[in-house]
């Protein structure tokens, strides 16, 4: 397994858990430190019917293993503008095979380039490399956690029980400094 020292993993038990808000919220108090944003659709095939049901957004519908593409608008409401809009100098969105994470994440770090923190939403990515730090967002109510945050749950370096609060950000934000994760404290705003 890889091993990422500057990357900054987000998981969670469920869909709608703050997963972006909690990534843009971190990006814009990690002031000035460069930070590179990664969301990470991952499914098991291509094409077909959608796994989420009904007809789906098309996300699944890509060519080969991977799809990766840079967001280049902070317009709308699409979770990778979303993530510019907070300071992320440039945000991508990762489309893929799950069995091909490794190659597409692989792909990612060569198209981004540079010394950054790279803030990513994916439990999946968790199966196939070793961040610095590796948050897992829980349900309160304790639902049925998606099969992949079962697999890598016990992986993860700090829980949020979902909803949170901007007391349990700086929570994270403390740990996230004396873990040594890519900023300097007086850069938290």
Known sequence: MERCGRLVLI?????????????????????RTPVIALKITGFERGGGPCPRGGDGCGACNIDGEFCLAEELSEDGNKDTAMLLAAGARRVF??????SSLAKGFAAFLEQAGG????????NSLREAVEPAFFIMIRD????????????VAAKSDFTLLSPFSDENIEELLDTLYKKGVGFEKNHIT
């Open 11 to 31: 998981g969670s038990t469920g869909r709608n858990s703050g997963k972006t808000y909690l990534a843009a919220e971190l990006i814009r108090r990690f002031g």
């Open 93 to 98: 969105w990762l489309r893929c095979l799950r």
């Open 115 to 122: 010394d950054h923190v790279i803030v990513c939403e994916s």
């Open 140 to 151: 309160s109510d304790g639902g049925n956690p998606k099969p992949s945050a079962k697999r």
